[in-house]
């Protein structure tokens, strides 16, 4: 009988352990994400290039293009996907709807492999509210700013592919010999 109440007293205690790890996480997650990203300034131009900057980026010192926009009240299909990618960003757009902010567009020097590429930045009352990396091109793309192009786009890496092939096809054709 005392093992018992041992064993259920150990469950127990395991049990709200779990539990406390995973709300301190939720709430630690949540936060840190949401509310860092409202902390960044982008009122000047030399704040918005070290944002970028931070992410590994380079760019252009000055922007291609500065525009107001508008952020829709109610969001059509468009804005609410580009949301999501915002929200993984720790951005919310939401939190700005019905306001006129500005749109910063700066031309990316070290994409690999691709020319026309720029980073957008959005800033509302003197704070950056959504950035992302995107192609010009007619089948171009869109990502986050803190995503970056696999390595295997490089030509060293693409030479590093290559030799394994070439292994393999070396391998089969010694294999073929031996028969």
Not at 45 to 66: C, D, H, K, Y
Not at 93 to 110: E, F, I, P, S
Not at 131 to 144: K, P, R, T
Request: net charge negative; aromatic share 8%.
């Amino acid at each position: 009988m005392i093992v018992s109440f041992r064993s259920r007293r150990w469950r127990m205690a395991i049990l709200l352990v779990l539990i406390g790890v995973l709300a301190i996480t939720y709430f630690a997650v949540r936060g840190a994400g949401h509310s860092s990203a409202k902390e960044v300034s982008g009122a000047t131009n030399e704040e918005r290039l070290a944002f970028i900057n931070s992410f590994g980026w380079t760019v252009e010192t000055q922007p291609q293009e500065e525009a107001q926009v508008v952020i829709p009240e109610q969001f059509n299909d468009v804005y609410t996907a580009y949301n999501e990618l915002q929200l993984k960003e720790g951005f919310d757009l939401r939190d700005y709807a019905g306001k006129t902010c500005t749109h910063y567009r700066y031309a990316v020097t070290n994409y690999p492999g691709e020319e026309n590429v720029g980073i957008s930045v959005l800033v509302c009352e003197g704070r950056i509210i959504g950035a992302d990396v995107a192609s010009a091109e007619l089948n171009g793309f869109m990502h986050g700013i803190s995503e970056h192009p696999q390595q295997e786009e490089t030509g060293s890496d693409q030479q590093e592919t290559a030799e394994p092939e070439a292994a393999v096809s070396q391998t089969q054709d010694e294999a073929g010999s031996d028969s």
